[in-house]
C-alpha cells in the first residue's frame, strides 16, 4: 500500500522506517541499533513502529504514547519533504547507501536533499578544526580539489572551518561533495553558509538522519559523525588540536574498518597535536592527495607532480630573501588575506620558512 503526501507516494515500508526513526529513545543510536538487529534477522518483513517499540520501551502505556507521537511526526516530515524535495532513504531500500549498512548503527531513515546517487560514489571524508589556521583551510581546499579531480567525492559536515573548505574545494574544482548535517536537511547551519549550501545541493547531497526541519543542537554532532566516516572509504584529518571533535569521527571511521590518515603541521601552537596523535598511532601521514591515493590503492592523475614547478607566490620569493606577506602579496596580485594562506601552505610543503618579524623565505 502506499502512502500519499501531498502528492507524492511513498510506501508503506518507507513511512514506516520514519515513524520507527522518530522514536529516538534516549538522542542517541539505541533504536537505530535495534532496528537494525530486527531486519537482519528477518530481511524479507522489515521491522516496523510496532516492532522497534516493543523492543525499545517494556511498558505498554509509555509505548503508546511514544507510538502515536512518532507516527504524527512521521507524516508531518513526509509532508515536509514533499515540499521541499527531499527524499527519504530508508534502511533496506535499492536507494539506500551501501555503505552505511554494514554498521552496527546505521541510521533508520537518511534525508537527502539534492542528488542522492552521488552517496554511491567512492568518496573521502576530510574533516578537521572549526578555528582552522590559514595554512590548515588552504590545505583542505587543496586536498578537495585534487582528490575531485581524481573522482572522489569529498564528504564532510558544513561546519566552520575545515569542513566548509573541503566542501569548496570540490565544488571550485568541478567535483562532487557530501554534507551531512548535525540539524534537518532543510535547515541551514551555520547560516554564514547559505551560498554553500546551495551549491552542495546543485552539485552534490545535504544529508541527515534528522527528519526535516531539525534543529541544529549539540547533541546531533556527535552522532552524525558516524556517518561522515561510513558513508566515506577513508577519513583524513586535515588539522585538530587534541581534544578535537573530528577525532571522533576518526575513532568511529577505526571502529567502521576505514582508513584514517592525517596531516602533520608545526608543533609550536598546538593546532595539529590531534593529528600527530593520530599519526603516532598509525595513521597514514598525507601531504598529498598522492598519500589518499595511494592509501586506497586507487590510480590517479599524479598531482605532486604537476605542483614541482615554482608557481604562485613562490614563483615571486628569490631564494634567501625574506619578504613580508603585504609585500607578496602586491607582486603576486592577490588579497592579504588569500596569500597569508596560500604561505601557510607552502609552509606546511616546505618550500618556505617564518623568520622573524613575520617574514617569509623561500627554502630553495
Given at each position: 500500500m502506499a502512502i500519499i503526501s501531498h502528492g507524492r507516494q511513498y510506501d508503506r515500508d518507507v513511512e514506516s522506517a520514519v515513524a520507527a526513526s522518530l522514536l529516538r529513545w534516549g538522542g542517541d543510536t539505541r533504536a537505530a541499533r535495534a532496528y537494525r538487529a530486527l531486519w537482519m534477522s528477518a530481511p524479507a518483513s522489515p521491522p516496523g513502529l510496532r516492532q522497534l517499540?516493543?523492543?525499545?520501551e517494556p511498558q505498554p502505556d509509555r509505548r503508546a504514547v511514544a507510538e502515536r507521537a512518532a507516527a504524527a511526526l512521521a507524516t508531518q516530515?513526509?509532508?515536509r519533504a514533499t515540499a521541499a524535495g527531499i527524499t527519504p532513504m530508508a534502511f533496506g531500500d535499492a536507494a539506500y547507501p551501501a555503505r552505511l549498512v554494514p554498521l552496527?548503527?546505521?541510521p533508520i531513515v537518511l534525508w537527502g536533499l539534492g542528488d542522492p546517487a552521488v552517496l554511491a560514489a567512492p568518496a573521502v571524508a576530510l574533516v578537521g578544526s572549526r578555528r582552522a589556521t590559514p595554512g590548515g583551510l588552504a590545505m583542505a581546499r587543496r586536498?578537495?580539489?585534487?582528490?575531485a579531480k581524481n573522482g572522489l567525492v569529498?564528504?564532510?559536515g558544513l561546519a566552520r572551518g575545515i569542513d566548509a573548505a573541503a566542501h569548496e574545494g570540490a565544488l571550485d574544482a568541478g567535483g562532487l561533495t557530501v554534507?551531512?548535517?548535525g540539524c534537518g536537511v532543510d535547515v541551514v547551519y551555520p547560516r554564514q553558509h547559505e551560498a554553500l549550501v546551495r551549491r552542495i545541493g546543485q552539485a552534490g547531497c545535504l544529508v541527515s538522519e534528522l527528519p526535516p526541519g531539525t534543529p541544529p543542537?549539540?547533541?546531533h554532532f556527535p552522532l552524525r559523525n558516524r556517518i561522515i566516516s561510513g558513508l566515506s572509504l577513508a577519513?583524513?584529518?586535515v588539522e585538530a588540536a587534541e581534544r578535537s571533535g573530528s577525532l571522533i569521527t576518526a575513532r568511529m571511521a577505526l571502529e567502521q574498518g576505514r582508513d584514517v590518515l592525517a596531516v602533520p603541521g608545526p608543533v609550536v601552537s598546538g593546532c595539529h597535536r590531534g593529528c600527530h596523535a593520530l599519526i603516532k598511532d598509525g595513521a597514514g601521514l598525507v601531504e598529498h592527495a598522492d598519500d589518499v591515493l595511494a592509501a586506497l590503492g586507487r590510480p590517479g592523475t599524479p598531482v605532486t607532480a604537476a605542483r614541482d614547478g615554482r608557481s604562485g607566490l613562490a614563483a615571486h620569493m628569490p631564494p634567501g630573501e625574506p619578504l613580508s606577506v603585504d609585500v607578496l602579496a602586491e607582486r603576486a596580485g592577490l588579497a592579504s588575506h588569500a596569500a597569508l594562506a596560500e604561505l601557510g601552505l607552502l609552509e606546511l610543503d616546505g618550500t618556505v620558512a617564518r623568520t622573524t618579524g613575520g617574514l617569509f623565505v623561500r627554502l630553495d
Amino acid at each position: 500500500m502506499a502512502i500519499i503526501s501531498h502528492g507524492r507516494q511513498y510506501d508503506r515500508d518507507v513511512e514506516s522506517a520514519v515513524a520507527a526513526s522518530l522514536l529516538r529513545w534516549g538522542g542517541d543510536t539505541r533504536a537505530a541499533r535495534a532496528y537494525r538487529a530486527l531486519w537482519m534477522s528477518a530481511p524479507a518483513s522489515p521491522p516496523g513502529l510496532r516492532q522497534l517499540s516493543l523492543a525499545l520501551e517494556p511498558q505498554p502505556d509509555r509505548r503508546a504514547v511514544a507510538e502515536r507521537a512518532a507516527a504524527a511526526l512521521a507524516t508531518q516530515a513526509l509532508a515536509r519533504a514533499t515540499a521541499a524535495g527531499i527524499t527519504p532513504m530508508a534502511f533496506g531500500d535499492a536507494a539506500y547507501p551501501a555503505r552505511l549498512v554494514p554498521l552496527v548503527d546505521p541510521p533508520i531513515v537518511l534525508w537527502g536533499l539534492g542528488d542522492p546517487a552521488v552517496l554511491a560514489a567512492p568518496a573521502v571524508a576530510l574533516v578537521g578544526s572549526r578555528r582552522a589556521t590559514p595554512g590548515g583551510l588552504a590545505m583542505a581546499r587543496r586536498l578537495a580539489g585534487d582528490l575531485a579531480k581524481n573522482g572522489l567525492v569529498i564528504i564532510s559536515g558544513l561546519a566552520r572551518g575545515i569542513d566548509a573548505a573541503a566542501h569548496e574545494g570540490a565544488l571550485d574544482a568541478g567535483g562532487l561533495t557530501v554534507a551531512v548535517l548535525g540539524c534537518g536537511v532543510d535547515v541551514v547551519y551555520p547560516r554564514q553558509h547559505e551560498a554553500l549550501v546551495r551549491r552542495i545541493g546543485q552539485a552534490g547531497c545535504l544529508v541527515s538522519e534528522l527528519p526535516p526541519g531539525t534543529p541544529p543542537l549539540p547533541r546531533h554532532f556527535p552522532l552524525r559523525n558516524r556517518i561522515i566516516s561510513g558513508l566515506s572509504l577513508a577519513v583524513v584529518v586535515v588539522e585538530a588540536a587534541e581534544r578535537s571533535g573530528s577525532l571522533i569521527t576518526a575513532r568511529m571511521a577505526l571502529e567502521q574498518g576505514r582508513d584514517v590518515l592525517a596531516v602533520p603541521g608545526p608543533v609550536v601552537s598546538g593546532c595539529h597535536r590531534g593529528c600527530h596523535a593520530l599519526i603516532k598511532d598509525g595513521a597514514g601521514l598525507v601531504e598529498h592527495a598522492d598519500d589518499v591515493l595511494a592509501a586506497l590503492g586507487r590510480p590517479g592523475t599524479p598531482v605532486t607532480a604537476a605542483r614541482d614547478g615554482r608557481s604562485g607566490l613562490a614563483a615571486h620569493m628569490p631564494p634567501g630573501e625574506p619578504l613580508s606577506v603585504d609585500v607578496l602579496a602586491e607582486r603576486a596580485g592577490l588579497a592579504s588575506h588569500a596569500a597569508l594562506a596560500e604561505l601557510g601552505l607552502l609552509e606546511l610543503d616546505g618550500t618556505v620558512a617564518r623568520t622573524t618579524g613575520g617574514l617569509f623565505v623561500r627554502l630553495d
